[in-house]
């Protein structure tokens, strides 16, 4: 029989970091760390193959890490059923004193391991990757009657001196945003700086070859994959980003062009959200090229608010409102995801460029997945928690705590307001402007009924239709409501007659 051991450590997918809590006071000669690649994380969702190859190559990588520092491991690979059957066993196997586990990324994990320890005492332990504890979100959000982010992001600049000059914020701004988010033009972006990619190492070859085999049917590809894999790579990755791409992020930051997934963007999601990098690292980072004359202050601030401002906020967000928050549909959106969202086989141009890239490398940046695939969602009337189940599927960087305020709350308003001010709706002009999708597409952007109609077009005012009455005093979308006054009654039922035919699947 085995010695009982004293604690044992449990390592989740998205905690590959041995600065974690649940390391505190680790003794090798009395504690054990326990590591499971549990099947069921990659089917509560139909996870793409993209994303399971990135969280178990990664958890391989970290295991082989620890192993080299000689800490006891128990590491089972890829088995059928949940984390929480798993653990049962594990208990009954080591018979561990006490449990410990850092804060997890997901409630319905915390829930499952919860009960799955019984009777054994389990320590969850503060997560000390992110700047703004759950303890001190709540706090901020305690007697306000609106949360917005802005604020938030004002206060943990000034709480962890992040671009400020003494207590002001550096340049004199605390928002750069009006000199970012430009179109490329006609000629497009030009020379583009090359994405860091990794040739996969045996261990990631091992995973790729498991989950084509296990996940055959799962949506997307698992090969070719280049996304870092351990600390190491994900430092490359910063390094490469901050010299080559960050100065003209917030420029480009939402300007899309077809069959150019990377463009400016940093593609550290994952690396962030695995723990493979530290926030604060990122942020410095950022700073210290801005210090150093290297990037414009527009580039690193409007960079270090996706991170110290949106990233911690919406982790806030999540633990502050679960589990009701998964639940919301505040618009009473009734459809069903279009099938498509699973192959990206739509002759609308934009929709067909975002979901192919998607599911090729797991990702799109900001603006594809709001303004493109989120936006369309939106206007469709998708019922949310499909379009949750979606974002959490596809992309290599989805983890519960980010993908649901941002798909639930920023994406699709099913929170009716709580995480952003009014809802982001378009027609397809905006794609247009920021894009050169619409030139090639069968549809035109500027019509909103008749057969060349853009869809979007024709569901925008749709939407404004459906919900006339609740947005006509909104503050912020008022003005759109008011020039449905200028739309007569034919009009009106061709919109909605146009509309119900892309629902149908007639029209794309
Ligand atoms: C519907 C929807 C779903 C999303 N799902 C996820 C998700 O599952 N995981 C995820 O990490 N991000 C998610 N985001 C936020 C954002 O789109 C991604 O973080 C970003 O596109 C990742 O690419 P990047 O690393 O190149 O980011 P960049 O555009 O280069 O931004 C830099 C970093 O800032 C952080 N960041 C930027 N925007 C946000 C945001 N809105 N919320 C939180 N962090 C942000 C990320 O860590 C990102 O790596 C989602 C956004 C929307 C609209
Ligand atoms: S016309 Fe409409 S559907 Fe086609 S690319 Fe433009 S926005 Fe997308």
């Known amino acids: ?32 760390v326990w590591m499971c690649e549990a099947a069921e994380e990659s089917t509560h969702v139909w996870s793409s193959q993209q994303r399971t190859v ?16 000689g800490l006891p491991l128990h590491y089972e690979t890829l088995r059928e059923g949940g984390l929480a059957d798993a653990l049962r066993e594990a208990i009954a196997h080591w018979r561990p004193a006490r449990l410990r586990l850092t804060q997890p990324g997901d409630w319905r994990v915390l829930q499952a391991l919860r009960a799955a320890a019984g009777d054994t005492p389990l320590d969850i332990t503060e997560d000390r990757h992110f700047l703004c504890s759950s303890a001190r979100f709540a706090a901020h959000a305690r007697g306000r009657r609106q949360l917005r982010m802005e604020f938030f992001y004002r206060e943990m600049r000034r709480e962890h001196g992040v671009l400020m000059d003494g207590d002001q914020p550096c340049g004199g701004a605390w928002n750069y945003d009006a000199d970012n988010r430009e179109a490329f033009g006609p000629n497009g972006p030009g020379f583009l700086p090359p994405p860091t990619r990794f040739e996969p190492d045996a261990i990631t070859r091992e995973v790729i070859a498991l989950v084509q085999q296990r996940f055959a049917d799962h949506p997307g590809q698992a090969d070719p994959f280049g996304w870092p894999v351990n600390r190491a790579q994900a430092l490359q990755a910063l390094q490469v980003f901050i010299d080559e791409r960050l100065p003209h992020f917030g420029r480009w930051q939402d ?3 077809t069959g150019e997934p990377w463009l400016y963007h940093a593609h550290l999601a994952a690396a962030l959200n695995l723990k493979l990098l530290n926030p604060r690292e ?18 690193a601030e409007g960079f270090i ?9 919406v982790r806030g967000i999540y633990w502050l409102r679960m589990p009701d928050y998964a639940e919301q549909n505040a618009l009473a959106a009734p459809h069903d995801l279009p099938a498509w969202f699973w192959t990206g086989d739509t002759p609308m141009r934009c929709l067909a460029d975002a979901i192919g890239q998607t599911l090729r490398h797991g990702y799109a ?29 596809v992309y290599v960087d989805a983890v519960e705590w980010v993908e649901l305020p941002n798909t639930l709350g920023m994406s699709q ?40 109609a853009c869809p979007f077009t024709t569901l925008y005012w749709d939407f404004l239709l459906r919900h006339e009455a609740r947005f006509a005093s909104h503050p912020r979308l008022a003005l759109q409501v008011k020039n449905l006054a200028r739309i007569g009654p034919a009009e009106r039922e061709a919109i909605v007659a146009r509309a119900d035919a892309v629902r149908a699947g007639s029209v794309a």
């Not at 990122?282 to 580039?299: D, F, K, Q, T, Y």
């Not at 608010?305 to 906020?313: K, P, V």
């Open 413 to 452: 308003y099913a929170d009716g307001g709580l995480l952003a001010s009014k809802p982001y709706i378009a027609t397809g002009r905006y794609i247009e402007r920021m894009s050169d999708h619409c030139r090639g597409c069968r549809f035109d952007p500027g019509q909103r009924t008749g057969e060349r």
């Open 282 to 299: 990122v942020i410095a980072a950022a700073e210290a090229a801005w210090r150093g004359g290297r990037v414009p202050l527009e580039s």
């Open 255 to 257: 300007a899309m062009w």
């Open 1 to 32: 029989m085995t010695q009982p051991c004293r604690h044992l450590v449990v390592v989740l997918g998205d905690q590959l970091n041995r600065d974690a809590s649940a390391f505190d006071g680790f003794d090798p000669a009395l504690d054990r």
């Open 54 to 69: 990135q969280f178990l190559a990664a958890m391989r990588h970290f295991a082989q890490a620890l192993r080299g520092e």
């Open 365 to 393: 940046h900001h603006i594809q997945r709001l303004m493109v695939t989120g936006l369309f969602a939106l206007l469709y009337g998708v019922q949310p928690q499909q379009v949750h189940a979606w974002y959490l599927s």
């Open 305 to 313: 608010r996706q991170i110290l401002g949106w990233r911690e906020y």
